[in-house]
């Protein structure tokens, strides 16, 4: 079945430094969504790609999609303290959406 | 806006009781809603999928009778954890979409669920 997995599985930065999250599917998605969940916390919409290739910023937030439309990737700049939580990348494929594995980010004041 | 409630937020009980989870939507009619299982450091496991007057869609290995989904409504959907035993302690997640499968998720606050 269809898989979507995201590397790393954890983080721990530095305030201040980058962080990138990687999120592959085993088929091609139709769009991909990203959300952050706190600790303890439910699963927050950030932002959701379509196109083949697209890139979006959202301030020192950068998401982009493939262009074979199988994987995505989220760049934050210049980490701080609140940017902690687990990333989730969630693809839509065929009606069938399946969350990736998460990427928990640590970040050192 | 896309405001999701989820209640309750905690919940202890004995085994073999039965618990009702609600999510609503305030402030948009959720044409699909989704619950979601979640274990400890891990990611979220589709349940289920509910379409308002339309029986649930359930995922592979999900016990259809275990864990009852109503959907009788444009801004309500709720699960019951039947007969509800310790392996069933989890935290439970809804979700709601406005539109088509297509649409961004918002989610509940969650309910965690602690069977004793």
């Known amino acids: 079945g269809q898989q979507v997995m995201q590397i790393p599985q954890y983080q721990h930065v530095q305030e201040g430094e980058d962080f990138t999250t990687y999120c592959n599917s085993s088929t091609t998605l139709s769009n991909i969504q990203w959300y952050k969940q706190r600790p303890g916390g439910h699963p927050v919409f950030l932002i959701q790609l379509v196109k083949s290739g697209e890139v979006k910023k959202q301030k020192r937030l950068t998401f982009q999609f493939g262009e074979a439309k199988k994987n995505s990737s989220l760049h934050i700049t210049a980490t701080q303290t609140t940017d902690v939580g687990t990333y989730f990348c969630e693809g839509g494929a065929t009606n069938k959406l399946i969350f990736g594995t998460g990427t928990l980010l640590a970040v050192q004041p | 806006g896309a405001v999701v409630s989820q209640h309750p937020s905690w919940v202890i009980c004995k085994s073999g009781t039965s618990v009702k989870i609600e999510c609503r939507s305030l402030?948009?009619?959720?044409?699909?809603m989704f619950w979601y299982r979640q274990f400890p450091k891990q990611s979220l496991m589709l349940m289920a999928t509910?379409?308002?007057?339309?029986?649930?869609?359930?995922e592979q290995g999900v016990e259809k009778d275990k864990f009852l989904i109503n959907h009788a409504s444009l801004t309500l959907s709720t699960l019951t954890v039947t007969s509800a035993h310790p392996e069933d302690s989890s935290f439970y997640i809804c979700s709601a979409t406005g539109g088509s499968s297509n649409q961004p998720q918002h989610f509940g606050d969650g309910t965690r669920l602690s069977i004793l």
């Open positions: 509910s379409n308002e007057g339309s029986k649930a869609t359930y």
């Open positions: 402030d948009f009619q959720a044409t699909t």
